[in-house]
């Protein structure tokens, strides 16, 4: 990593740090994905649990499931409500979609919860809420008093960041929200994204903030570290739920949440600039994203595919 001033930091960000921390922003030599073992098999690499989707948000778990698919997650389970199971399951490539139980909007029923947390159990990584709808809530609150792997949480699964949930945790938390997002759980940006994270990593110990948006902040405990890749081509409805996908897949396959993290920021970020070099600014989506994520992956990857 290599470390911005605070006039490097606001010239190209454009953001108002009122502070004199020193960011640091990512570089691929950060990130070094280790070679496979040539004797392995699915279960080496992970469970991955996807809980995603409402009726009407049916894009938006096969997103998140296909992403992580193809981030190396050696079986990924996605769970959805009902209504939403036959056009997830037939956008996914390979995960096990289980239907759930749904309320009467179509969002993932209280009577849902054994199920999930039975299937929790067996989890090496969880992302809940691409997607999810907002009468999800209790389910959320079962899913982060339960979790002992690590555990995400994206979209309407961020409005149950109280602190309670946060003192009731028992897992290492990641939290993905836009700058509304992050108001809504407290969040303060009237003096800019980069003091606005660090006060509230601050006031979270433990906590891995990403949030979202032009140069991207990863941030722990008064840590943070600066995404220098992506741009205007990702600004389109679900980036970030292939964004989630990423991220879990590299938690299931036992990566430290930091790293994880912010590796899962920069190779998101480098499939945007990927897309925008062969499509242009205008016409990315989202599923063009998980199409570059093998040439991400393979940027960072010494040898990759053939054993010595």
């Given at each position: ?8 930091y606001?010239?190209?960000?454009r953001?108002?740090?009122a ?7 990512a570089?691929?030599a950060?990130f070094?994905l280790?070679?496979r073992?040539l ?11 996807v ?8 894009g938006a778990?096969a997103?998140?499931a296909?992403?992580c698919?193809r ?16 056009v997830a399951?037939a956008r ?8 759930l139980p749904?309320?009467?909007q179509?969002g ?7 199920v ?5 159990q067996?989890?090496?990584a969880?992302v809940i809420?691409?997607?999810l709808g907002?009468?999800a809530?209790?389910v959320v ?7 002992t ?5 994206d979209?309407?699964?961020l409005?149950?960041?109280t ?9 290492p ?10 108001k809504?759980?407290?969040?303060v940006?009237?003096?800019g ?7 509230f990593t601050?006031?979270?110990p433990?906590?891995i ?8 902040l ?7 570290s600066v995404?220098?890749t992506?741009g205007?081509a990702?600004?389109k ?10 991220l879990?897949a590299?938690?299931?396959?036992g990566?430290?949440p930091w790293?994880a993290a ?28 998980i ?14 595919c053939?054993?010595?």
């Open positions: 990593m290599k470390t911005l001033t605070i006039e490097q606001t010239e190209k960000y953001d108002r740090p502070q004199n921390a020193a960011p640091a922003e570089e691929a950060d070094h280790p070679r073992e004797v392995s098999h699915k279960y080496s690499y992970g469970r991955a649990l809980i995603a989707g409402a009726r009407g948000y049916a778990p997103l998140a296909n992403a698919e981030s190396g997650a050696g079986l990924t389970q996605l769970m959805t409500p009902e209504s939403v199971y036959p399951a996914c490539d390979g995960a096990v979609v289980t239907p749904e309320t009467e179509g993932v029923s209280p009577d849902a919860i054994p999930i947390l039975g299937a929790l067996k989890a090496d969880c809420g691409p997607g907002t009468d809530e209790p609150q079962a899913v982060l008093q339960a979790c792997c690590p555990l995400v949480l979209a309407d699964a409005r149950a960041c602190a309670e949930a946060f003192a009731a945790r028992r897992a938390l990641l939290l993905t929200p836009h700058e509304g997002e992050f809504r759980m407290g969040g940006l009237t003096d994204r980069l003091a606005g994270a660090l006060r601050q006031a979270h433990g906590a903030l990403i949030l979202k948006g032009y140069g991207t990863v941030c722990r405990d008064g840590e943070v995404n220098p992506g205007p990702m600004a409805g679900g980036s970030g739920d292939v964004l989630c996908g990423v879990c590299l938690l299931a396959q990566f430290d790293l912010r590796c899962a920021v920069w190779l998101h970020g480098l499939c945007g600039d990927l897309c925008a070099q062969a499509l242009g600014e205008y016409s990315v989506t989202p599923g063009d994203l199409r570059r994520l093998p040439e991400a992956f393979l940027s960072l990857q010494e040898n990759p053939f054993p010595s």
